[in-house]
């Protein structure tokens, strides 16, 4: 299938690992230009140089806090600058912490806040006046199954992605006139370093090892195993295709079927 994506321009947040990584690896996949962010400089360009290596496309690599509103416009400017454009933009950060309401702080809550919602609100302001010029754009948030079904110890989470979800309906609302599509991915238990930092605080607090903890997430989705971070990028990048254009202000779960409900 064509997925009709070569050489438009994918910014991809939060990719030097994980689930943003396996993203931006699959744009380039499909011989989309990529654009590239995490905290980290090292551990980002030695993934920005793999794809470049393997896909033979621009990739843009630059440090960012998607937390700092001021970084993202920089960067979001870098990439408009490079690339004359920016078609595609998936937001993505790290995880807040496992933790039961009681143990938060507030600091806990302002940090999930400015990553994992003020983050989206920051590259939406950026992004959305160049996809209006160019009237295509999609813009893909990455939350979590927590947008649908609240889970145990991650309040935070539970929190904060349902704004997410808000943001998402309220811009694909207002900007599909402007062929902008607005949607949003939930991945549910992901083998990647997140899961495994959140399995083995779990299996602290419960005096089980990591993989007991591992392997009973993996048993609660109907199939029985974790997710890849591949899987979750190829819903992304399908999402961003011309074959999910009447697609928009959506949350779509892929997690195995963990999901309980209808
Ligand atoms: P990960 O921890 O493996 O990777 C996170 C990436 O974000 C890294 O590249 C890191 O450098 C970058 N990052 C973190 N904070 C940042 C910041 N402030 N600015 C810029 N970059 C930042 O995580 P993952 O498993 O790939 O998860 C990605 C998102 O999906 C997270 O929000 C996570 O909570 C969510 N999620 C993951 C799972 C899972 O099972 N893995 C399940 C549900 C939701």
New binding site residues.
């Given amino acids: 299938m064509d997925l009709g994506l070569k050489n438009r321009v994918a910014l991809v947040?939060?990719?030097?690992?994980?689930?943003?990584?396996a993203t931006a690896e699959t744009f380039a996949a499909e011989g989309c230009r990529v654009a590239m962010?995490?905290?980290?400089a090292q551990?980002l360009q030695s993934a920005a140089e793999k794809i470049r290596s393997q896909h033979k496309v621009e990739v843009l690599a630059e440090a960012?806090?998607?937390?700092d509103a001021s970084a993202v416009s920089r960067f979001v400017s870098e990439v408009v600058d490079k690339f004359g454009a920016v078609d595609i933009c998936v937001t993505?950060?790290?995880?807040?912490p496992a933790k039961g309401f009681l143990s938060t702080s507030l600091d806990d809550w302002n940090s999930a806040v400015a990553?994992?919602f003020l983050?989206t609100v920051y590259f939406a302001r950026e992004v959305i006046p160049h996809m209006q010029r160019q009237r295509w754009g999609r813009i893909i948030t990455?939350?979590?199954?927590?947008t649908k079904q609240p889970l145990a110890d991650l309040v935070l989470?539970n929190a904060v992605r349902a704004a997410v979800v808000g943001l998402v309906k309220s811009l694909a609302n207002e900007f599909g006139k402007d062929g902008i599509l607005v949607n949003n991915v939930?991945?549910?238990?992901?083998?990647?370093?997140?899961?495994r930092?959140?399995a083995a605080a779990q299996a602290s607090s419960l005096r089980k090892n990591e993989s007991e903890i591992l392997d009973r997430w993996a048993a609660d989705a109907p199939l029985r195993r974790?997710?890849e971070?591949r899987e979750i990028a190829e819903t992304i990048v399908w999402l961003a295709s011309e074959r999910a254009s009447y697609i928009t202000g959506q949350t779509l779960l892929v997690d195995g079927g963990m999901y309980k409900g209808l």
């Fill in positions: 947040a939060a990719s030097s690992q994980g689930i943003g990584l962010c995490a905290r980290n551990a960012c806090d998607v937390s993505n950060a790290g995880g807040p990553a994992n983050s990455v939350t979590s199954l927590t989470s939930g991945p549910g238990f992901t083998a990647t370093d997140r899961l930092e959140l974790l997710g971070p």
